[in-house]
């Protein structure tokens, strides 16, 4: 009996939301013994005010933003992927959060954990790609640079108006002030003044010459791609840009971000797997303390205190009982099942609809 192979409708979202959707669309697939389709193109994701957002995203070929042959060789024994047509599509938005659930399988140690760790080693961005991030690390300084994420964009702070934080162990900014100053109080990274900053430099709140300036005021030389843009050949698409961000972030033994962001947390989370079971030199600016504080939880939690709760890497959190864990694992299967159940509704009713045009057509 064929298997189906399901196909992902376009995943209208940034870099990482899009690594998680095809994380989740491989997810089902495997839960049911089914085939993936890998798509063909990629959406070049752009956020925008709703009323500048396009009708159409433009699009870019899937192994022009990841390394198709490396994901489709790591993932080999699994016998997941088709080069057929898929026969079922399924929403990007139910894939996305199955992805998430996922992504809790590796704070255990159930048998989910190996395809997720396998799929997000192996799903990492396309050759050329990665050449240019290589290079803009070594043209930044003549040291190793402190990789940033320096989250002060439009988009950003907009969202911050629409979904206020409301937990009371962190501190979210869009000040850039008070993120340098952390760095610049954090005994660890004294030796580290060479920063180098990944952000989407058309969409910063402030200039990137007051930038510099400001976090020159805390001994930082903050370093934006632009400056060696030249000698690059950069791409125009956004979402590659973002691609060689994630690369260089990967590359770099330290690491500056915050927890509330799916970048800095996928980051971690990756670097974790490639050094495990050691632990990756990462800290968020997140937290309500004078100085950046340094993560222990492999890119797995939001929250700054769990964040920076020392436990060992792929054991369950403290506190945390393996019957927890469990019930993770019985919601990942039963978002699954809601899935299944979702398209095949979707399938009655257009059965009905079908049914009832032949009708009219009597």
Request: hydrophobic share 40%; aromatic share 6%; charged share 30%.
């Amino acid at each position: 009996m064929a298997k189906d192979i399901y196909g992902i409708t376009p995943i209208v979202s940034g870099l990482n939301n899009q690594r998680i959707a095809l994380l989740g669309l491989i997810g089902i697939a495997h839960l049911e013994g089914a085939k993936v389709s890998l798509p063909k193109t990629l959406v070049d994701y752009t956020p925008l005010p709703q009323d500048q957002t396009p009708k159409e995203h433009p699009t870019l070929p899937f192994d022009a933003v990841f390394d198709e042959a490396h994901l489709r060789q790591g993932l080999q024994a699994y016998d997941i992927f088709s080069d057929e047509a898929a026969t079922e599509i399924l929403p990007h938005d139910d894939c996305f959060r199955i992805g998430s659930e996922y992504l809790s399988a590796l704070a255990g140690s159930h048998g989910d954990a190996q395809i997720v760790a396998d799929f997000l080693k192996f799903c990492r961005a396309a050759p050329e790609l990665r050449d240019v991030a290589k290079k803009a690390l070594a043209l930044a300084g003549d040291q190793p640079p402190l990789m940033l994420q320096l989250r002060i964009e439009r988009d950003w702070r907009d969202y911050l108006l629409r979904r206020p934080h409301r937990s009371d162990d962190g501190e979210t900014t869009v000040d850039p002030r008070r993120i340098f100053g952390k760095i610049g109080n954090t005994p660890a990274l004294a030796d580290h003044r060479l920063v180098l900053a990944c952000c989407d430099e058309g969409d910063l709140l402030q200039t990137r010459d007051e930038l510099k300036k400001d976090a020159a005021d805390f001994e930082l030389n903050l370093v934006f791609k632009s400056e060696i843009e030249e000698q690059l050949e950069l791409p125009t698409s956004r979402l590659q840009r973002s691609a060689i961000d994630f690369e260089m972030c990967l590359m770099s033994d330290r690491y500056v971000g915050l927890t509330r962001s799916s970048f800095s947390n996928m980051v971690c989370l990756l670097k974790s797997l490639q050094m495990s079971p050691d632990i990756p030199e990462h800290y968020i600016y997140n937290s309500k303390s004078r100085e950046v504080v340094r993560r222990w939880d492999m890119g797995l939690r939001t929250g700054p205190a769990e964040a920076a709760e020392q436990v060992p890497v792929g054991k369950p959190a403290t506190g945390k009982t393996w019957a927890q864990h469990e019930m993770k694992r019985q919601r990942l299967k039963a978002a699954s099942d809601l899935v299944a159940l979702r398209r095949a509704k979707n399938g009655q009713i257009d059965e009905y609809k079908r049914k009832l045009r032949q009708l009219g057509e009597l």
